[in-house]
């Protein structure tokens, strides 16, 4: 898989979002998307799902224009900001409502899932009562669980203890090796800045990539 951003830009009404942003995205990396909230960095993630079009530019998957198809971007799962699920539902019936709709997965991906992200215990509790790090740990099972080649987190650490962010960096690298495409956001750097391999900064609408930042 290969992801070209050409030349987008993104205006709401008299105001510039980002503006003439270009970045290819290729396989076994992961790229990191720092900048402050409101710099831009979640409308950049809906415009990569199809969520928004831009009001220039185009964002091609292997050189097909998923936004002018109205087609969902393949192989592709993300969790933009806040994780929303059905309040009465467990974690593990919310997930098992999302596979029903491909039917490419059961029982036992869904519980890897879980267990990966250190949900296991709490699969049955339901959504309503989950803290923010729990939410945000189902949020990020539902990227993992179907095995998708693209995979984009927004602000993937909200919330979650420490010794669980640690067991989702490496679980993040263990995927990068697996010849995955991984775009994480955040408005913290120190989040990412061990495990990605490129690292771009939204500030003021422009896109910048950072140089040295290991």
């Not at 964002?59 to 087609?71: A, E, G, P, S, Y």
């Not at 409502?97 to 029982?107: D, E, P, S, T």
């Given at each position: 898989?290969?992801?070209?951003?050409?030349?987008?830009?993104?205006?709401?009404?008299?105001?510039?979002?980002?503006?003439?942003?270009?970045?290819?995205?290729e396989?076994?990396?992961?790229?990191?998307?720092?900048?402050?909230?409101?710099?831009?960095?979640?409308?950049f993630?809906?415009?990569?799902?199809?969520?928004?079009?831009?009001?220039?530019?185009?964002?091609?998957?292997?050189?097909?224009?998923?936004?002018?198809?109205?087609?969902?971007?393949?192989?592709?799962?993300?969790?933009?900001?806040?994780?929303?699920?059905?309040s009465?539902?467990s974690?593990?019936?919310?997930?098992e409502?999302?596979?029903?709709?491909?039917?490419?997965?059961?029982?036992e991906?869904?519980?890897?899932?879980?267990?990966?992200?250190?949900?296991?215990?709490?699969?049955?509790?339901?959504?309503?009562?989950?803290?923010?790090?729990?939410?945000?740990?189902?949020?990020?099972?539902?990227?993992?669980?179907?095995?998708?080649?693209?995979?984009?987190?927004?602000?993937?650490?909200?919330?979650?203890?420490?010794?669980?962010?640690?067991?989702?960096?490496?679980?993040?690298?263990?995927?990068?090796?697996?010849?995955?495409?991984?775009?994480?956001?955040?408005?913290?750097?120190?989040?990412?800045?061990?495990?990605?391999?490129?690292?771009?900064?939204?500030?003021?609408?422009n896109?910048?990539?950072v140089e040295?930042?290991k």
């Open positions: 898989m290969r992801i070209e951003v050409k030349n987008l830009t993104k205006t709401f009404k008299q105001a510039t979002i980002i503006e003439n942003v270009n970045i290819t995205f396989n076994g990396k992961i790229y990191g998307l720092i900048g402050r909230n409101g710099s831009g960095k979640s409308v993630l809906k415009m990569l799902c199809g969520f928004y079009s831009p009001t220039n530019g185009e964002i091609l998957f292997d050189n097909v224009n998923c936004i002018k198809q109205k087609v969902f971007p393949p192989n592709t799962r993300a969790l933009i900001e806040k994780p929303d699920f059905i009465d539902l974690g593990y019936e919310n997930l409502l999302l596979a029903k709709i491909q039917n490419k997965i059961g029982k991906e869904i519980i890897d899932a879980l267990k990966k992200v250190n949900l296991l215990d709490d699969m049955d509790k339901k959504f309503g009562k989950y803290s923010l790090g729990m939410k945000q740990k189902l949020g990020i099972a539902q990227v993992l669980m179907e095995n998708p080649e693209v995979m984009i987190l927004d602000e993937p650490f909200n919330g979650i203890e420490d010794d669980t962010v640690d067991l989702l960096r490496e679980l993040l690298i263990d995927e990068k090796k697996k010849g995955k495409i991984i775009i994480l956001a955040t408005h913290i750097k120190d989040d990412i800045s061990k495990i990605v391999d490129e690292l771009y900064r939204f500030d003021k609408k896109v910048t990539k040295n930042f």
